[in-house]
């Protein structure tokens, strides 16, 4: 009875040994940020770049290397933004799940017009996460690849899918009051990156300083936005903290026009569950201060 009872106890222990993590990447924060949500007590997603680290320019490190290989699923937004890693997947192992989000079906994409050829952004603009009901589907689909790569935690995943979708509409909703009363108020941004936040809401920038943040552009188009800035038809220029420029002094000084950061990426934002929706609300805040803040005198 002793022998039968020892034995019964190292099954039990053995039978409730949790079982191993899996192990997942997201490439930049705002993804990181859903993944986060949807994985909650199941495990950590890592983080492959920090933020103040643009993905137009990145190149893989060996640890980040490193990072791939060990990884059961790697989520991307798409080939056009993380450029830096489609030769890396190609030698990952054959189980990794790798999942490229801007197939996610349903998602509001938008097409590079073609005055944007020179980018790599050709095709569809990558920056699909800058509006919340894309993100909405977006975690619906991450829920099913971790449900796939992990079935045990799939009902876990799948219920932190769905409180996520409501926090998604929720701040969708409250961007969408505070953007109310943007709309018209022209301005100008360094990169293109932010349409789908624009279209979404209603929003339409007045003029763009480069196409893509690896292209200089012409001189003819730094005068004629310095034009329209002299003659006090902009409001507001945006920088980006991933893209510092010469650029912008240039384009501004001697000028009374309003300068503020606008970040896609969350350079200065701690990762994890909350850094979307932190991103979201300070991306909307930037934009409101400037607009509305009076032309310096």
Known sequence: MRVFLITAFFIACFWFIPAKAIEVVATIKPLHSLVAGVMGKAGKPTLLLNGATSPHSYSLRPSDMRKLE?????????????IFLQRAIKNLPKETTVAALV??????????????DAHHHAGTDPHIWMNPQNAILMVSKISDILAQAD??????YKENAENLAKKLLDIDNELREKTAELKNLPYIVFHDGYRYFEKHYGLINSGVVTIAPDKQPSAKKLRELREEITKGNIICLFSEPQHPSSLLKTITEGTNINTAELDPLGADLIAGEEMYFALMNKFADNLEKCLKKRPLL
């Open 70 to 82: 060990d990884a059961d699923v790697v989520f991307y937004i798409s080939p056009e933004l993380e």
């Open 103 to 116: 197939k996610t079906e349903g998602l509001e994409t938008l097409e590079v017009e073609e005055e944007h």
């Open 151 to 156: 079935p045990q935690n799939s009902f876990m």
